[in-house]
């Protein structure tokens, strides 16, 4: 079992930036992947960011350049950085622990970018 908090999330308006976090109940390091999701009101999940075990990334095309996903493995923390951020970029967003057998989900927080 990986129990996951996220917290970050807030109204921000366009152009600015919020950070993310996902705090986890088990080491980061002995996790197959860390990823990041959003879900739109009247849209399927989508996922954002991935960071995997030994630290690489990869990001979703509509992020890149913008967000960053990273962690803190003494903190079992893992964050997402966005920057430049667009109204389409409003959404619940989601921590996914991905164990390679089983996938574990936070509650979300809300992202809403807004003037």
């Known amino acids: 079992q990986v129990q996951l908090v996220e917290s970050g999330g807030g109204l921000v308006q366009p152009g600015g930036s919020l950070r993310l976090s996902c705090a986890t109940s088990?080491?980061?390091?002995?996790?197959?992947?860390m990823d990041w999701y959003r879900q739109a009101p009247g849209k399927q999940r989508e996922w954002v960011a991935t960071i995997t075990s030994s630290g690489s990334t990869s990001y979703v095309d509509s992020v890149k350049g913008r967000f960053t996903i990273s962690r803190d493995t003494a903190k079992n923390t893992v964050y997402l950085q966005m920057s430049s951020l667009k109204p389409e970029d409003t959404a619940v967003y989601y921590c996914?622990?991905?164990?390679?057998?089983?996938?574990?989900w936070g509650q979300g927080t809300q992202v809403t970018v807004s003037s």
């Open positions: 088990r080491s980061i390091v002995a996790i197959n992947a």
């Open positions: 996914n622990a991905n164990t390679g057998v089983v996938y574990y």
